[in-house]
């Protein structure tokens, strides 16, 4: 399985981004995907994270009425509409994939992408 995460930029404090993850190659029957985060000097944290249907989606305290995690099965990718961002959601942002349902916890993740840096200048 390869995941690649795009969409990453340079914006200003208040603007928008959308992050993809597309996969490719043999994976899970049912795939949830979660979008986690690591700003430098600190612990990669849970972003957002949606199951094979779409319907349960998980998100963090912080980013909760602000990120919209969507996905469209017949092209294998999952986005993360990322509006009203903070400086503070500066990080590199991957997306990873595990077996049937969505997940908080980053040790339950099996594939992980190369991640996509988000820089938010205020």
């Known amino acids: 399985v390869q995941l690649q995460a795009s969409g990453g930029g340079l914006v200003q404090a208040g603007g928008s981004l959308r992050l993809s993850c597309a996969a490719s190659?043999?994976?899970?029957?049912?795939?949830?995907v979660g979008w986690f985060r690591q700003a430098p000097g600190q612990e990669r944290e849970f972003v957002a994270a949606i199951n094979w249907s779409g319907m349960v989606t998980y998100y963090a305290d912080s980013v909760k009425g602000r990120f919209t995690i969507s996905r469209d099965n017949a092209k294998n990718t999952v986005y993360l509409q990322m509006n009203s961002l903070k400086p503070e959601d500066t990080a590199v942002y991957y997306c990873a994939v595990r077996a049937y349902s969505a997940s908080y916890s980053k040790s339950d993740y099996t594939y992980w992408g190369q991640g996509t840096l988000v820089t938010v200048s205020s």
């Open positions: 190659g043999r994976t899970f029957s049912s795939p949830a």
